[in-house]
């Protein structure tokens, strides 16, 4: 049994390594992490860059593409409206080499 429960997290986390094809949820319980946008970069955990192309979406770096299905998602969110309520907090930057942790305790997460 505990080889099944080992087996199972490191598949979740492994998949989620890569988890950057993002779909927005409009109800918190469906979502896989709870996410804050804030106003400030220092602010942040993660900054994000949002790219234009699904390939563009590598690794776990801060590059998301949005898409426009749950089910085409690696991660999906659910947008909280105050910090404390958040898994995570993002920065959206204008630049794609801008983007990565900057709080790595959370990176383990994704």
């Given at each position: 049994?505990?080889?099944i ?72 969110i ?15 930057v ?15 997460r994704?």
């Open positions: 049994m505990k080889k429960v080992t087996i199972f997290v490191l598949i979740f986390f492994t998949k989620n390594l890569f988890a950057q094809q993002v779909f927005i949820e409009d109800a918190e319980y469906k979502a896989d992490l709870k996410v804050f946008e804030v106003d400030r970069e220092y602010k942040a955990d993660l900054l994000v860059f949002k790219v234009d192309r699904e390939y563009k979406a590598k690794g776990n770096v801060g590059l998301w593409y949005f898409t426009d299905a749950a089910y085409k998602a690696d991660m999906v659910f947008l909280v409206d105050r910090e404390y309520k958040a898994d995570l907090k993002v920065f959206f204008d630049r794609e080499y801008k983007s990565g942790w900057k709080n790595w305790n959370h990176k383990s994704q």
